[in-house]
């Protein structure tokens, strides 16, 4: 996050405000309304660029399980990255396609879209996240203040500490119980030699 970035305020109320248009149902095998490939593509024209279709291919779904909530991911993080200040930084189209394609599918994994709308959190962390993959830190903050706010707000950052925190658990119900059988093992053979 070695550049400096908007105000976070603007940006979160940006998404607070999102278009009722960019909350409806991502197109899925005929189901739907929102051709999200072509909202990405619209975007990338915002910021000068051209998308591959091989690229756009990417963000169509093929099932509704699988492909709805990061699809509708993707349609909030267009919204947010058509604003003014992405458009006049001047972002390389493979930084913006990595975001919509990377960050939001890691983000779509541990959280319904649309909380990151409606959730002041949410909107903080798809904000901080955006900025932090293309290397912007808010601005006001240092490098250091950036990482550890986005740190503590990151849902990927809890699941990873959850799931942590569970391997450590098995762990120590493993050693508790070998230890267990250990003793009672031990206190079986001196019994027997008695």
Known sequence: MEKIGPSIEILTRRLAETP?????EPRIDNVGTVHVAALVNDMLNLHGARALLTTLERF????????????????IAVWLLSDDWFISARIEKREL??????????????????????DPDRREELVRVV????????????QIQATDRLSSISGIERKRLLEA??????????????LVKKAAEESADKWSRE
């Open 60 to 75: 169509q779904g093929s099932t509704i399980n699988a492909d709805r909530n990061r699809l509708a991911l993707v349609m």
């Open 20 to 24: 009722l248009e960019f909350l409806e």
């Open 97 to 118: 396609i990595k975001v919509l394609d990377l960050a939001v599918t890691e983000l779509a994994a541990t959280t319904p879209a649309h909380k990151f709308i409606n």
């Open 165 to 178: 925190s569970r391997v450590a658990e098995e762990r120590a119900r493993s050693i508790r119980d070998a």
């Open 131 to 142: 900025l932090e993959r293309l290397n912007y830190r808010p601005l006001g903050e240092t």
